[in-house]
């Protein structure tokens, strides 16, 4: 499969179900459809969340990272034709590391690799880095349910 360079959030939208407020990537730079991705998202002072997180010392909240490394993750499978635009769902987030608070100005750059991708279910992880320092992390399972539900094993009457 060709590789996908240079996806805005407009792109991304036509991959995965994510919408603002709640869409937390800028841009794909690189995608090898079942294989990996790399994409960033800058996080700016007047996003929603500073204020409330912490007025006295604002930072990323943990599941804004949680979320903006799956969003990269996500774009590792549906890239695939096939999987284009379908909706996932967590089935687990392992050994999330937080390592270093993420302020108001800086660039999350997130690297996905897909170790797994069978019958809907996904295995794979994620790195974030500001400035080539890596900040955060996480093992992902996540499920693409419209095409689990096909392996159901079905009832006898």
Known sequence: MDKLYNL?????????????????????????????????????????????????????????????????FLMTFLTIPEYKGKKTGFVSVKNARFKKPILPGERLDIEAVLEAFSRGFAKGRAIGYVNEHEVCSIQLEIAVPEVMKRYIPKRGK
Request: proline share 8%.
């Open 8 to 72: 805005n959030a407009i792109d991304i939208q036509e991959y995965q179900q994510n919408r603002y407020p709640l869409l937390f990537v800028d841009m794909i730079t690189e995608a090898c459809p079942g294989q990996y991705a790399n994409g960033f998202k800058n996080f700016t002072y007047n996003e929603w969340f500073f204020p409330a997180h912490f007025k006295d010392e604002p930072n990323v909240p943990g599941f804004i990272q949680i979320e903006s490394l799956t969003q990269v």
